[in-house]
């Protein structure tokens, strides 16, 4: 044996790449700066000039209502845990002040990029259109004239001006509200500042009188004229300051705007009665202790400093607006009735089989129905109920309500079930952030109907969508149940994109009836049938059918999972994704908002593509696809992958198993995946880039798509 050849033998392998630590911060996107890239998408269709002008309008406003938001909740909480010295982080690793300073400057450029949008490119072609948002100098001075008249008349009333001076504290400033900030000068004594509430009772944007109208004011922003131009109240009031302080001179005002923590949490076993409980809290939230200030750029160093020592903040929670503060009002453009400044409008459609005379029950006795909304009309939902309400072998009507919208014809409906001696049950949650007013109405209506009327599991909120219908009929009382993605409520359903799915499968129905039960009695079930029940074990049920199709690559090598949902923040649900692409699995997810995995990373992430949505109608349904080796199965339900949902709330999945309703899912599901006009696609750095068809093609409009084939996919018909 020659010396090579030992060598050759005794030399030692190659050592292997050690696995990647699935647990290492870098393998992780920082979820709030996840978020504010989905709004930096929102912000982008305002931007494209290819979608209408008032959609355009509808984009900004939203953008900024969004950031409202972002700032009452998660702005505030990071500044809660920094002012007690949290130091637990999240996955990313990024500390609540290191979080803190990345959102201001990630923030701080798209903030330009909106009021450049605005006064550059949205304000001249609204123009154009006829559609005229002026400044107050510009106005002509008959229109000056009568603005004068109907502050005087209406607006003037309503206005308290708020002194801050040795003799008078500062005043409070409530949440989201417009404000001037007013500097004047009394004679003797100097310039002294008052504060200037605008009442939220008046309309943001008021109609300015046509010279050829000027007869009569309309009592209500002068909506008698046939006029589109506009003008910003806090202009009419600023200019118009003389009648509020007589005697003295004005010498400038400024608007501004505070945002103010709106994240309260109740000690519900503390609360002797839910209900009265969550009636205070609601009422504090214009209390919370300052998290931005927005200011007009003109606003003088002074006027500026006194805002932030009193409001208590730093100067970095104080940003410079060069335009309107509260930049969502903008939203009531979009009320003008310019329907070619718009959207095509579309008639939804309702199943073939449910536009007969046919009873509801008697067509779900021999087939499941699937809806697509708003492609889909969500009235067979409320046909549904209605039905329930009014069949007399109807005996039990029970349901889950979590955003019903201020008229809610189903609650309706549920109250017209009790006076008819029905049996009805209605889980009404009140925690529901930012509906609890509308909730806290209904659910008190409902009580005096006689509804048995429950708020949840103590801690947690109740989140899934559900409605069971008991019905006696010739072989024994039989269960109807509608199972959704998206809120029982008709408004958003015109505009959220969400499946619903009405069946008489006995396990389901099984599932439902016991899952009631726990919500409103003491049960303590934790096993079901076809259900996968959050807190229960649905991130256990998630993850075992990930494994199993790890398993099931490994031995066929046609892995396959597609996520449709609107956030993926979950860390053990990321490793389990992380593990199926290093097996080989192929991943398609799409996350409309939050996405905190790195997709692309060598080694972990190869076989994962993720991206994203926005467009005309809000992605909200959620649907999990697992190929399972040729057995493919369908889940669709109210849960994100989330800790809030799998650990915090009541969500439920559930099994779509007919095989015709299962295919059209499937198929939706591929159009939308298939995306590359709407659609962006994250890299791994964290950035999305807007994805664009091939050469000619012209690419796929999944949205779009949807409006033109709504008849093609098969619903159960």
Not at 55 to 84: P, T, W, Y
Not at 118 to 137: C, E, N, Q, S, T
Not at 264 to 289: K, T
Not at 562 to 572: E, I, M, P, Y
Request: proline letters at 6%.
């Amino acid at each position: 044996m020659t010396s090579t050849a030992v060598q050759d033998r005794v030399a030692p392998e190659t050592p292997r790449a050690a696995a990647p630590d699935l647990g290492d911060s870098s393998l992780y996107l920082n979820r709030e700066l996840s978020w504010l890239e989905f709004n930096a998408r929102v912000l982008e269709e305002a931007l494209d000039g290819s979608n209408p002008l008032l959609e355009r309008v509808k984009f900004l406003s939203i953008f900024a209502s969004n950031l409202d938001e972002f700032f009452m909740i998660r702005v505030a909480g990071l500044g809660r845990q920094l002012s007690r010295g949290v130091v637990a982080p999240p996955p990313d690793g990024m500390t609540p002040a290191a979080q803190l300073t990345a959102i201001r400057e990630r923030l701080s450029p798209m903030l330009e990029q909106c009021t450049r949008c605005w006064h550059d490119d949205l304000m001249p072609k609204l123009f154009a259109a006829g559609i005229r948002v002026l400044a107050y100098d510009e106005l002509k001075r008959k229109q000056r004239r009568l603005l004068r008249q109907h502050f005087e008349r209406e607006i003037f009333p309503a206005l308290t001006p708020l002194a801050f001076d040795p003799g008078h504290p500062f005043p409070h400033i409530s949440n989201l509200s417009i404000n001037l900030a007013v500097v004047v000068d009394r004679p003797g004594l100097g310039e002294s500042f008052a504060r200037l509430k605008v009442p939220q009772i008046f309309p943001r944007l008021l109609r300015v009188p046509s010279e050829e109208k000027a007869g009569k004011v309309d009592r209500l922003g002068l909506e008698e004229y046939a006029s589109s131009n506009f003008v910003w109240i806090e202009e009419v009031i600023a200019h118009n300051l003389d009648v509020l302080f007589p005697g003295v001179d004005v010498v400038a005002s400024f608007p501004f705007r505070v945002t103010r923590d709106a994240d309260f949490e109740i000690e519900e076993d503390e609360a002797s009665d839910l209900l009265e409980a969550m009636e205070e809290v609601v009422g504090q939230r214009h209390f919370g202790y300052a998290v931005r200030l927005e200011v007009d750029d003109r606003i003088s160093d002074r006027v500026r400093d006194i805002l932030i020592e009193n409001l208590e903040i730093q100067p970095y929670q104080a940003y410079s607006v060069d335009g309107p503060v509260g930049l969502a009002g903008v939203a009531e453009l979009t009320r003008v009735e310019r329907p070619e400044l718009k959207d095509t409008a579309f008639q939804p459609q309702v199943p073939r089989s449910l536009a007969t005379d046919e009873t509801v029950f008697s067509i779900l006795r021999r087939r499941n129905l699937l809806l697509y909304h708003p492609y889909d009309s969500f009235s067979p939902v409320v046909d549904f109920v209605r039905a329930a309400a009014r069949d007399p072998e109807v005996v039990t009507i029970k349901q889950t309500l979590y955003r019903v919208g201020a008229a809610s014809p189903i609650v309706r409906e549920l109250m017209e079930a009790r006076e008819n001696g029905k049996q009805v049950a209605v889980l009404v949650e009140l925690k529901a952030r930012f509906d609890e007013t509308n909730n806290i109405v209904w659910a008190r209506a409902l009580e005096r109907a006689g509804v048995h009327v429950v708020y949840g599991l103590l801690g947690l909120k109740t989140h899934a969508k559900m409605c069971l219908v008991v019905r006696r009929e010739r072989d024994g009382l039989r269960h109807y149940v509608h199972l959704g993605t998206g809120n029982y409520n008709p408004e958003t359903a015109r505009i959220y994109s969400d499946f619903g799915y009405f069946t008489t499968d006995p396990d389901i129905a099984a599932d439902v009836a016991d899952l009631f039960n726990a919500l409103t009695g003491y049960s303590q079930k934790k096993a079901y049938r076809k259900l996968l029940v959050a807190p229960a074990g649905m991130r256990r049920e998630i993850l075992a059918r990930i494994d199993r199709e790890i398993e099931v690559h490994r031995a066929s090598g046609d892995g396959r999972l597609a996520f449709k949902l609107n956030a993926l923040v979950d860390k053990r649900s990321i490793q389990a994704l992380y593990r199926a692409s290093q097996a080989g699995v192929k991943v398609d997810l799409q996350t409309r908002g939050i996405c905190c995995l790195r997709p692309g990373v060598p080694g972990v992430s190869d076989n994962v593509r993720v991206t994203s949505v926005v467009g005309r109608f809000l992605e909200h349904a959620r649907l999990y696809y697992f190929r399972n080796g040729g057995e493919e199965e369908v889940l669709l339900g109210s849960a994100d992958l989330m800790p809030r949902n799998l650990d915090g709330r009541v969500e439920v999945l559930f099994p779509v198993d007919d095989p015709e309703l299962r295919k059209s899912l499937v198929e939706i599901l591929e159009v939308h995946l298939a995306d590359d006009v709407r659609a962006r696609l994250l890299s791994p750095d964290g950035d999305y880039e807007r994805l664009k068809p091939a050469g000619e093609d012209p690419g796929v409009d999944s949205q779009r798509w949807m409006l033109e084939h709504r008849s093609t996919w098969h619903r159960g018909d």
